[in-house]
T-cell receptor
Framework: NAGVTQTPKFQVLKTGQSMTLQCAQDMNHEYMSWYRQDPGMGLRLIHYSVGAGITDQGEVPNGYNVSRSTTEDFPLRLLSAAPSQTSVYFC????????????FGSGTQLSVL | GQNIDQPTEMTATEGAIVQINCTYQTSGFNGLFWYQQHAGEAPTFLSYNVLDGLEEKGRFSSFLSRSKGYSYLLLKELQMKDSASYLCAVVDSNYQLIWGAGTKLIIKP
């Protein structure tokens, strides 16, 4: 039982490049989400999903896309990276359709130059 | 707007007791979480309060007063491994989590 697996651990991009952060969970959780964490700020919700085929925007969705084709996977796509997207990204999941007790992936440190 | 306030940083001594406060103003309330986050790691669940009162779990306790919009996390018998950030998060009326910026706790020998 691996829990929430998030890759990569570190990534450096140039402005304008695109990339996908991968997130998979093996706990059969309905709820999955992506957060970014910046110094001095609380975790901010980017996108979330309450089940396969269902996604919704969070607090800071601009510049990011998500899809949920299966219960297990919830990738986050950066369409055209900008320096403002330099951050630590966390994928998190929970049982049920609401944000309850969250299980987090190990995080991705992303730098956009 | 919605707001969660926590102290930015606190320092305590090994073996002592520390209380980390969290005050909130949110649109609705459906529970409050405390998470622990060691540097460079992911947050991990510590406690969940939805009713007023004190919940005790080993060395850690969490208290909630919904009428005052206030919670605290109490850590007893502090150990060096308790050095971490402690995140307070409130579940709002839309069942979304609103996060505080976290309190960095420094434990000194």
């Amino acid at each position: 039982n691996a829990g929430v697996t998030q890759t990569p651990k570190f990534q450096v991009l140039k402005t304008g490049q695109s990339m996908t952060l991968q997130c998979a969970q093996d706990m059969n959780h309905e709820y999955m989400s992506w957060y970014r964490q910046d110094p001095g700020m609380g975790l901010r919700l980017i996108h979330y999903s309450v089940g396969a085929g269902i996604t919704d925007q969070g607090e800071v969705p601009n510049g990011y896309n998500v899809s949920r084709s299966t219960t297990e996977d919830f990738p986050l796509r950066l369409l055209s990276a900008a320096p403002s997207q330099t951050s630590v990204y966390f994928c998190a999941s929970s049982y049920g359709s609401e944000a309850k007790k969250l299980f987090f992936g190990s995080g991705t440190q992303l730098s956009v130059l | 707007g919605q707001n969660i306030d926590q102290p930015t940083e606190m320092t305590a001594t090994e073996g002592a007791i520390v209380q980390i406060n969290c005050t909130y103003q949110t649109s609705g309330f459906n529970g409050l979480f405390w998470y622990q986050q060691h540097a460079g790691e992911a947050p991990t669940f510590l406690s969940y309060n939805v009713l007023d009162g004190l919940e005790e779990k080993g060395r850690f306790s969490s208290f909630l007063s919904r009428s005052k919009g206030y919670s605290y996390l109490l850590l007893k018998e502090l150990q060096m491994k308790d050095s971490a950030s402690y995140l307070c998060a409130v579940v709002d009326s839309n069942y979304q989590l609103i996060w505080g910026a976290g309190t960095k706790l420094i434990i000194k020998p």
